[in-house]
């Protein structure tokens, strides 16, 4: 079982930055996938950013240029730094995991983190 837990979440003023962990504990290996989505009450879950295994990394246009999402493979965590950040950008951030073992994807959620941009 893999467990996900996420961090860093908090208040801040429009302009400044967050960063973001999420720590997977368990068994981790043929992780395929990692990605941040983001929630507004309302609105679907949006993907932020994702990371594939091999590194290739991929941004929502609204983030692009302020938002860099990284991994820590010692560390089984993965990262999103967020700068300049906008009060649009405020939402529960939760972080995504997949893995592919043995032909079957396994897919995890963490519990969600919120974020709130405002003066």
């Known amino acids: 079982q893999v467990q996900l837990v996420e961090s860093g979440g908090g208040l801040v003023q429009p302009g400044e930055s967050l960063k973001l962990s999420c720590a997977a504990s368990?068994?981790?290996?043929?992780?395929?996938?990692m990605g941040w989505y983001r929630q507004v009450p309302g609105k679907q879950r949006e993907l932020v950013a994702s990371?594939?295994?091999?590194?290739?990394?991929n941004y929502a246009d609204s983030v692009k240029g302020r938002f860099t999402i990284s991994r820590d493979n010692a560390k089984n965590t993965v990262y999103l730094q967020m700068n300049s950040l906008k009060p649009e950008d405020t939402a529960v951030y939760y972080c995504?995991?997949?893995?592919?073992?043995?032909?079957?994807?396994?897919?995890?959620w963490g519990q969600g983190t919120q974020v709130t941009v405002s003066s």
């Open positions: 995504n995991w997949g893995m592919r073992v043995g032909g079957y994807e396994y897919d995890y």
């Open positions: 368990g068994t981790i290996f043929g992780t395929y996938f």
């Open positions: 990371m594939t295994g091999a590194g290739i990394t």
